[in-house]
Structure formats: structure tokens, C-alpha cells
């Protein structure tokens, strides 16, 4: 049991609409990070937040978006969805530092349509 | 730009036998490799990692071994079970000043029993 949990376990959604995923980080981690999984492919890194301020981002246009609360949780909104979209997103939460590791939760899958 | 390459992308083994995946990385500033094992419709769990002052780590049955000079490094599992089939992933963290992972691709293991 990891301890990170996220929100929704699963949604559909239309192309053009938007939406917020949520990730509740393990207990004492300061550190969210968020990574989209294509079916058949590794989770490829989408941002990080510490301390509620964005910390590096991956290769994503700005409509993907998110925000850390002060007690570490942590929300991923993406706007304008599009098919290509459709993804598992996983949360990974650890203490800040290159040897600390990332513990993820189990993801939500969104399907848009 | 930053890349993980993973191989096999599959790799059948009989039960009690032993398992190699291998992974090459490019940025050579990467110094932290975690390697997670993902079943089906889960996220990815830390099984083992690595530090790059280190050239060999061992858990029971898992251990992987790095070499630093040609950024390869690879998980072996010996005595394979049904419970080890699974998809693994290897991963590099760059140091960019984000503690982001690089994820391979993936290898799909089967244990045949």
C-alpha cells in the first residue's frame, strides 16, 4: 500500500470539454509529479509540483495545467481535450531530491470521445 | 533529448527460470534508476532501484546491476514465479533541477508455469 490515492478511478468525457483529476499524496511527501501512460507505453512526465509552485514540465502544451494545496494534494485539469487525450494519468508523490523515489498511485483513466 | 530505450518488449520464461531486461540511457547527468512493475489496471510499483555510486544491488530474488560508463543498466530476476508476470519499466532520473523520471518503454513478462 503505496498511499497515494487518486480521483476519478475512471471518466469519459467529450472532446472540447475539460476536466480535474485529483491525487491525495502519501503522508509527510512534499513532492506531486504527473505522468500520462499511453496504452502500451511508459508514463511519460507531464509536470511537478513542490511546495504549491510548478517545478519542471514535460513536453505538454498549456492546456494541461494543475495545482498544489498546502497539504501536498494535488490537481491536473486539462482543457479542450482532445482523442488523443485518452490516457491512464498517473500521480507520483515523494520528498524532494534526485534519490528520493516516487511512489504512485493507481491512476485514472480517462477516455474522451 | 533525453531517452530510455527498454528491451525485450516481451520476454517469455518457464517458471523457476531467470528473467533479464535491459535499458540504455542518454542524458549521462542521470544518477537515480528505479525500476517499477506494473499489473493490470495498477499503477506502477518500486521494486528495486539503484544509485549511480553503486554498480550492483540485490532484493531476494531481484537485483540490478548498472554500468555507468555505458549508460546501461538491467534488472535480473532469478527463479521466476506465475506472480512475476507482469509489464516492468525502467526508468532514468535527470537532474535537471527536476526530479523527473524517463520512463523505457516497457517489457510484458510472462511466467509460464
Known amino acids: 500500500e503505496t498511499g497515494v490515492t487518486q480521483s476519478p478511478t475512471h471518466l469519459i468525457k467529450t472532446r472540447g470539454q475539460q476536466v480535474t483529476l485529483r491525487c491525495s499524496s502519501q503522508?509527510?511527501?512534499?513532492?506531486v509529479s504527473w505522468y500520462q501512460q499511453a496504452l502500451g507505453q511508459g508514463p511519460q512526465f507531464i509536470f511537478q509540483y513542490y511546495r504549491e509552485e510548478e517545478n519542471g514540465r514535460g513536453n505538454f502544451p498549456p492546456r494541461f495545467s494543475g495545482l498544489q494545496f498546502p497539504n501536498y494534494s494535488s490537481e491536473l485539469n486539462v482543457n479542450a481535450l482532445e482523442l488523443d487525450d485518452s490516457a491512464l494519468y498517473l500521480c507520483?508523490?515523494?520528498?524532494?531530491?534526485?534519490?528520493?523515489?516516487?511512489?504512485f498511485g493507481p491512476g485514472t483513466r480517462l477516455t474522451v470521445t | 533529448g533525453e531517452n530510455v530505450e527498454q528491451h525485450p518488449s516481451t520476454l517469455s520464461v518457464q517458471e523457476g527460470d531467470s528473467a533479464v531486461i535491459k535499458c540504455t540511457y542518454s542524458d549521462s547527468a542521470s544518477n537515480y534508476f528505479p525500476w517499477y512493475k506494473q499489473e493490470l489496471g495498477k499503477g506502477p510499483q518500486l521494486i528495486i532501484d539503484i544509485r549511480s555510486n553503486v554498480g550492483e544491488k540485490k532484493d531476494q530474488r531481484i537485483a540490478v546491476t548498472l554500468n555507468k560508463t555505458a549508460k546501461h543498466f538491467s534488472l535480473h530476476i532469478t527463479e521466476t514465479q506465475p506472480e512475476d508476470s507482469a509489464v516492468y519499466f525502467c526508468?532514468?532520473?535527470?537532474?535537471?533541477?527536476?526530479?523527473?523520471?524517463?520512463f523505457g518503454t516497457g517489457t510484458r513478462l510472462k511466467v509460464l508455469a
Open positions: 507520483a508523490s515523494s520528498l524532494s531530491g534526485v534519490f528520493n523515489e516516487q511512489y
Open positions: 503522508s509527510g511527501h512534499n513532492t
Open positions: 526508468a532514468a532520473s535527470t537532474t535537471s533541477g527536476t526530479y523527473k523520471y524517463i
